[in-house]
């Protein structure tokens, strides 16, 4: 069975265009990854698809669609009976099957929802939209609460599935996870056989042959204007002709200068006509810009030491003891499960007062600190930038290079996506000259795009990082040392 999807065109109320005129289709059984930048329109796509937004087009499907996440009105019921509110046809003996296969233990289910981790909640309400029948289901972000162990266990709970759209950010499950590639454009959708990394080396190729395509456009597009212009003129001679000086037959003169105009006017057209056609080609360009950033040397060769440290919470010891050190220019990956003390190191290392024992020793360094809740964007960009203490102009700077438009940056920072808020965040520690630069979860809902340009610009300019992040293709490509917390 076909989705089809013809003609498919959406603006907001402010006129911003998301979709013109696209067109494809896909098998309900087919498990898609729906990669794109921040704000492009993803989830927009997702709620046209379940009939929340108006559009124009025609969307013909022989199935319903169920969205993830779910919103629990009755967070004080067991697992067990918000999985029946979702899917009131499973059966229990189901319902325990379908959570086991993503490790949710059974006693879980007879606990409150809300007395539930994070984790735990993100793996009932999944098994809830795999139990319902007759729909094809679209999954928004479903590993945003998982640690590494968490998305290694849906990424293989997702192989043994079909029939839905999974948008994520993280390239580890796409392409465990995913048979098919939507791609976002600026203005369009693309639909690729394959997974992620077989659309990104498809991408790639692509890519240079538009760079090319596009210069050989706008260098037409400049002989076009530069003709219209010039047709525009000799028209307008054309016509002041018919009152020029001397005895003339005007009715004459009238006429042919009428018959020249017509044709003038025509060629005009076309011309028009055909300026637009190519600039319509242009539409998707991506620009890429490299991003900046300003690593400060220091003068000792080492930064931080840890022997035997121990970090404490409420009295009670939430690590093992650690033992590392970070040098110049070196990137540790700190990893660990949820709870495991990961925060509350940098924390440690930032000052602030932590129970502890053993030792730690960190030098009289200035430190960038990316921290995980986005609560501090707020206000305009420009108060955003004052209150930080860092340049607007390369804050915006910095924007503008990980897909941001002008427009998105006028309104209040609160109305961001939080990939959005998680890239201003970004965008301001690297305007910061420091010596380390201490980022907690910074891709939490970031782009792939944006992280590709992260990690080139890490591996360019070697800054001293440490970094907790569940992207385990990134801590791959950029950390040169591993922090296991247990």
């Not at 076009?224 to 525009?232: F, H, I, P």
């Not at 931080?304 to 009670?316: C, I, N």
């Not at 949820?338 to 930032?350: C, D, P």
């Not at 920072?413 to 630069?437: D, F, P, R, T």
């Amino acid at each position: 069975m076909l989705i089809d999807i013809q003609n498919l065109s959406f603006s907001f109320d402010d006129g911003t265009l998301v979709f013109d005129r696209v067109s494809f289709r896909f098998d309900t059984s087919w498990k898609l990854g729906f990669t794109g930048r921040n704000g492009r329109g993803k989830t927009t796509f997702l709620k046209i698809l379940l009939g929340q937004l108006d559009y124009t087009g025609k969307i013909n499907s022989p199935v319903g669609f169920s969205y993830f996440p779910f919103t629990v009105k009755e967070q004080n019921q067991s697992a067990m009976e918000v999985i029946h509110s979702i899917s009131p046809q499973a059966f229990n003996w189901q319902i325990i099957k379908e959570c086991s296969l993503l490790e949710v233990q059974e006693e879980a289910l007879e606990r409150p929802f809300t007395t539930l981790s994070q984790g735990e909640r993100t793996k009932v309400l999944i098994a809830a939209l795999f139990l319902m029948e007759n729909q094809f289901l679209l999954l928004d972000e479903p590993s945003s609460h998982l640690d590494l162990k968490g998305q290694q266990i849906l990424m293989d709970y997702l192989k043994g599935k079909q029939g839905f759209i999974l948008v994520s950010h993280n390239r580890k499950l796409l392409d465990g996870a995913t048979d098919h590639t939507l791609s976002l454009n600026k203005a369009s959708i693309d639909l690729t056989q394959g997974s992620y990394s077989v659309w990104q080396k498809e991408k790639e190729k692509q890519v240079r042959f538009e760079q090319e395509k596009n210069k050989q456009l706008k260098k037409e597009i400049k002989v076009m204007e530069k003709a219209a212009r010039r047709t525009a003129g000799w028209s307008d001679q054309v016509e002041a002709s018919k009152t020029g000086n001397g005895p003339v037959d005007r009715g004459y003169i009238g006429h042919q200068a009428a018959k020249m105009m017509k044709r003038a006017k025509s060629i005009e057209h076309r011309q028009k006509q055909a300026i637009k056609e190519k600039q319509q080609l242009l539409q998707d360009e991506e620009i890429q810009v490299p991003l900046k950033m300003n690593p400060m040397a220091y003068h000792s060769k080492l930064l931080v030491y840890a022997k035997d440290l121990v970090l404490y919470y409420d009295h009670k010891a939430v690590t093992k003891p650690l033992n590392f050190e970070l040098y110049q220019s070196e990137r540790i990956a700190v990893s660990g499960p949820n709870g495991s003390g990961k925060s509350t190191l940098f924390k440690k290392i930032l000052g602030q007062e932590i129970e502890s024992t053993g030792i730690l020793k960190v030098g009289n360094l200035i430190i960038s600190y990316l921290p995980q809740s986005t609560g501090s964007v707020n206000g305009s960009l420009l108060a955003f930038a004052k209150e930080q203490q860092v340049d607007y102009t390369t804050l915006l700077g910095n924007l503008n290079r990980l897909g941001f438009l002008r427009k998105e940056l006028e309104h209040n920072l609160q109305q961001l996506s939080e990939g959005q808020k998680k890239k201003v965040l970004i965008a301001k520690s690297l305007c910061e000259s420091a010596h380390l630069y201490l980022w907690d979860e910074p891709f939490n809902y970031v782009d792939l795009p944006s992280r590709l340009q992260l990690e080139e610009l890490i591996l360019k300019m070697q800054p001293t990082l440490m970094v907790i992040e569940h992207d385990q293709a990134f801590m791959e490509k950029v950390a040169t040392k591993v922090l296991v917390l247990e």
